[in-house]
Structures are given as structure tokens and as C-alpha cells.
């Protein structure tokens, strides 16, 4: 026991002390390796994180193309590599792998496009230069799906336009494709604003399908009053002012091409949606020639050939076209028993009705009805008829004019369409009086007429002889006779030259005789004056002083 205030009274007894527990250490010598591991694993992290995915590109070949070389590049940018190129199971392409970057993890989606870059001629361009030194590489066209995509097959040639490049699509639809390719340039009044995307052949095998793209901002003239055409070569007409040659540029003549533009009469319109579909004409007057929306359709009937009308011959009215063929067909009658060649025929009355002179009295309701109207005019000799449009190709065309002497006809209306009387052409009525004249030669009695032509020339020969003899004679007796008689009368008519010769006597006694016949009628007319005055001389005399 220890008091409070006093010393303990046993031994004392120290106080236990917490010793905190020792912790783990690492020795010097680990310390760098652990560091290098961190180092490392941190970098594996980042080439993990920082690499993009793997895809396959299917080729039909491998040409420029190497495993660890060849780059894949967007905007001449690289974005990968390939990684592996390995035939197919099928051996009809190669497949391509390519480790692409994180960065392009955007650009793998579904309407991505991939294609070899290596150097390529075409009709209007060289391209792919750069790679002679570079090497070939795979160029990208970023596509703008959300659907993310690995596996892609690759384009044998890169794309006309990349998806990027401002502008619009449309269609075009044509018979044939001409000279036309991908590529192929578009022009607006001559100047290239688009190009040819792809084609494609109608589900009927009745025409094609051409995807074009106008870059912007020339799309906007693409409006819905456009007109297409093919552009390809030279266009060489003749017309009334000579020949006239067209061409869009050197390009295409060399390489074709597709030109537009609106109608010059035609407002512009609003611009054409996306996609939009246009009809694409064979040439330029085809594309831009007025829309006729007044067609009457009327048949006509000829016996003679068509040979050189064709689909499309223009149907012309004294020099004004108001129309063209739209069928040519064949048709046996059996009533009469002979082949006939209908032609069907689309009039447009409007573009008559437009060249109306102003100012010139008008036509009533009734005669404008064309019933009516052509009625009447048939009545008074309205016919058509085949004519040539140019001799050196043999080229027809339907005319309509009057013929007074034309047989009488009359039109039908209730058949569909009505039939419009047709006169036989000028050539036919050449061979139609061709053919008279040959009959009427026909009966000409021409080996009668031979064997007394022979015997003509028979007795005409005989004459001819009497005629010689006869002349024969005349030379031997009659000539010498006329030579000696013309001599005498040379003679003769000298001897008078000088007779009546100035110098010559008998000359100068007429003279002088014609000189006192002169006085003598001077003295007559002196009497005859004096008697006039003095009647009572013949009596009494002369006066003296007188």
C-alpha cells in the first residue's frame, strides 16, 4: 500500500509502450524493373485505346497492292494499313485486310467506298501520276450511313464524284447510251458543270438508265423545263442558208457527252427535286422542239413505196411543218384485193393556228371546228401526198396541199382515226406516164415500119444515083457552054463600064445635050409665062417695046 502523498512502498513496475507494426518494403534494387513494367503496360493501354478496327476490302485483283506497305489514305491523309492480302476461297477475288486508325472509326460505315489508286488513262483524264513514286494505296469516300460496316467489296475504278462534293443527282433515260461512258462530262451552254455517274439497263430491255450529278451551284439551273441531249461528235445540217456545223467542244467530239438548257420560248421554272427524272433526246433540235399539246391523229393510205419515209418525216403544209409520221405499217384490202401501206400521222393544229397573220379576219367558231374545216377543204381538192425531201439521200416527207383535178372524196368520221384521201406522188405519176407512153410504143408497127424505111432508102438510093448521072452530064456538056457565055457577057459588061465612064465621048455628048434640052425648057417656061400674061400675043403679036 502506498500513501497518497508518500513514496510507493515495493518495487516499481514500468509502463507497456505501443510499438506501431513495421511495414513492407520494397528493395532498391526492384524499384527500376517495376517502373518499366508500368512504363510498358501503359503504352500497350495506349496502342489498344489508339488503334481503330481491322476490315476486308474484296478485290478481283492484287496489282499495286503489298501486305505492311500499302496505305490506306482519305484526303491524302492516312488512316491504316494493310495488314494481310490473302486469295478467296472461291479464287474469284483477293480480300484485303487493313488495320485502320482510331481516328477513322467514323468513316467505316455502310456506303463507304474503297478503290486502288494507281495510275490511270482515260478518254479525258490522267490521274493516279503521284503513285509512279509513292506506290499504288487505297483511297477512301467516306459514306454518310449511320450503319457501322467491316466487310466491303472495292471499286474497280474510282468514283466519278466523291460524296462530299456539292451538287445534286438525276436520271436521264435513253434508247441506247450512244458513245457515252462513267465519267462522261455534262454541259450547260458549253460549259462542263456535272458528270456521268453509272447507267444502268431498264428492267424491259427497252432502254437505259444514266445517273448524272450537276456540281453546285449549277444544279440550280437543272429545273424542271430542262432539256436533255446527247452532245457526242458533230452535228452537220443543211439548211436553207448553207451548211451548218455544231459542236459542243473538242472534248466531245473526241469523247461525248450530255448538253442541257431550257426551251428559249419556255419560262425557267422552279429548279428540279433530287433524283429527278428527264428524258434524254438524241439531239439538240429534237430536245429543244415546242411540246405539242393539240395532236389530231388521221391515217393515210398510199399504194406507192415508202422507201425513204421514215418514223418521225416531218408532215409540212406548203412549207409550214404541222406535223410528223408517227407509224408506218402494211395492210392487204381484201375487197380489192391489193396491198396498201396505211400511215399514221399526228397533226398539230396549233403550230398552224400560231403563224396566223394579226390583223387578218378571223375564223368563225364553226369553221374552226376541224370536221368542219376539213370538210371543206378536202371538198376543194385538199389531198396528201409523198414528196422528196432531198435527192441525194432519197429522204420522203407527207405533204399536204390542193389538187383541183384530184378525184372526189370524203372524209369519214366515225372511224378511228379518220382517213384522210392521199394523191399519188409526183415520181408516180412520172412512172404512170412512163408506162403510157411505153404502151402506146408498144403498138407502134415498128417492123413495118422498118421493111418500108428499107425500101424508102432503097428508092432514095436509086434517085441519088440518077442525080449523080445527071450531074455527071451537066459537067461534061452544059458547063463548058455556061463558062463561054459568061465570058461574052464579061465582055460585054466591060465595054459598057466604058461606055458610061465619066471621060468617056458618049458621056460628055450626053452632056451636052441634056444641057440644051435644059435651055429649051427654060424658054418653054419663059413663053409659057409670057402667054399666061398676055394671052392676046398669040393674036396680035409682040409689042415692040416689050
Known sequence: MTDDNGPPDGP????????????????????????????????AVQFVLSRGPVITIDFKNAEGLEAGKTKVRYKDVDIGTVSEIA??????????????????????????????VRPRITLNSITGLG????????????????????????????PPITSDRPGRQFSLHAEDIGSLYIGAPIYFRRVA???????????????????????????AFVTANARFWHASGIDVSLEASGVKVNAESLTSIITGGIS???????????????????????????????????????????????????????????????GEVKTISFEYDRESQSVRFPVEVNLYPGRLRSRYRVGAP???????????????????GFRAQLKSANLLTGQLFVALDFFPQASKAKIDWTKTPPVLPTNPGAFEDIQATLGNIAKKLEKVPFDTLGADMHQTLKTLDATLQGADKLLRQIDTSVLPEVRATLEQAHKTLGNAERTL??????????????????????????LSDYLNRHPEALIRGKKEDE
Open 193 to 219: 458543270v456535272g458528270n456521268i455517274t453509272g447507267y444502268t439497263i431498264d428492267p424491259d430491255g427497252k432502254g437505259v438508265t444514266l445517273r448524272i450529278f450537276i456540281n453546285a451551284p449549277d444544279d
Open 362 to 380: 378571223q375564223m368563225s367558231a364553226m369553221e374552226r371546228n376541224p370536221h368542219v374545216l376539213l370538210d371543206r377543204l378536202v371538198s376543194r
Open 131 to 158: 503513285t509512279l513514286f509513292s506506290g499504288s494505296y487505297i483511297g477512301v469516300d467516306a459514306g454518310k450511313s449511320t450503319t457501322e460496316r467491316t466487310a466491303f467489296t472495292g471499286l474497280e475504278v474510282p
Open 260 to 322: 442541257f438548257q431550257m426551251p428559249p420560248d419556255a419560262p425557267a421554272g422552279a429548279p428540279a427535286a433530287d433524283n429527278a427524272s428527264f428524258t434524254l433526246f438524241a439531239d439538240k433540235a429534237a430536245a429543244l422542239k415546242d411540246a405539242d399539246h393539240e395532236v389530231q391523229t388521221y391515217l393515210l393510205y398510199f399504194e406507192e413505196s415508202l422507201r425513204g419515209l421514215s418514223i418521225g418525216a416531218p408532215v409540212d403544209f406548203r412549207g409550214i411543218v404541222i
Open 12 to 43: 516499481v513496475i514500468p509502463e507497456a509502450v505501443a510499438v506501431p507494426k513495421r511495414r513492407w518494403s520494397i528493395p532498391v534494387v526492384w524499384i527500376i524493373p517495376l517502373v518499366a513494367v508500368l512504363i510498358g503496360g501503359w503504352i
Open 501 to 526: 465612064s465619066t471621060d468617056a465621048p458618049v458621056q460628055q455628048d450626053l452632056r451636052d445635050t441634056l444641057r440644051e434640052v435644059g435651055r429649051a425648057a427654060q424658054a418653054l417656061r419663059t
Open 87 to 116: 486469295i478467296s476461297k472461291d479464287r474469284s477475288h483477293i480480300t484485303v485486310t487493313a488495320q485502320l486508325a482510331k481516328q477513322a472509326e467514323s468513316l467505316i460505315v455502310d456506303d463507304t467506298r474503297f478503290w486502288v
